[in-house]
């Protein structure tokens, strides 16, 4: 079955950076659209970054400029390169995936049927 396996998530000061890595199994990230998702304490889960088969990226406006996403293929990998990090960065950041080759928004997370458990971080 499908697994989605989350890390590189930690505490980082204002202004640092972080990334955070994806990894699946029983899953082909060359054949459909990827994403990460997050999730502030208390808040609902929102779409930050997806990319799709060709590596075409969407981003959430919130993030657009400081987060970078990508995947390598042949890993089976999927990452987020995230730069000047603010407090309100901090959340749970998951990792999702598609059956979808493309999606109209990568963003909805109706769209996704695989998810990781999630990894934290904390900007302060």
């Known amino acids: 079955h499908v697994q989605l396996v989350e890390s590189g998530g930690g505490s980082v000061q204002a202004g640092g950076s972080l990334t955070l890595s994806c990894v699946a199994s029983?899953?082909?990230?060359?054949?459909?659209?990827v994403a990460w998702f997050r999730r502030p304490s208390g808040k609902e889960r929102e779409g930050i970054a997806a990319?799709?088969?060709?590596?075409?990226?969407t981003y959430a406006d919130s993030v657009e400029g400081r987060f970078t996403i990508s995947k390598d293929d042949a890993k089976n990998t999927l990452y987020l390169q995230m730069d000047n990090l603010k407090p309100e960065d901090t959340a749970k950041y998951y990792c999702?995936?598609?059956?979808?080759?493309?999606?109209?928004?990568?963003?909805?997370?109706?769209?996704?049927?695989?998810w990781g458990q999630g990894t934290q971080v904390t900007v302060s």
């Open positions: 029983a899953y082909t990230f060359g054949s459909a659209c």
């Open positions: 999702a995936a598609s059956y979808a080759a493309s999606l109209d928004n990568g963003l909805d997370q109706r769209e996704y049927g695989f």
């Open positions: 990319i799709d088969h060709e590596g075409v990226p």
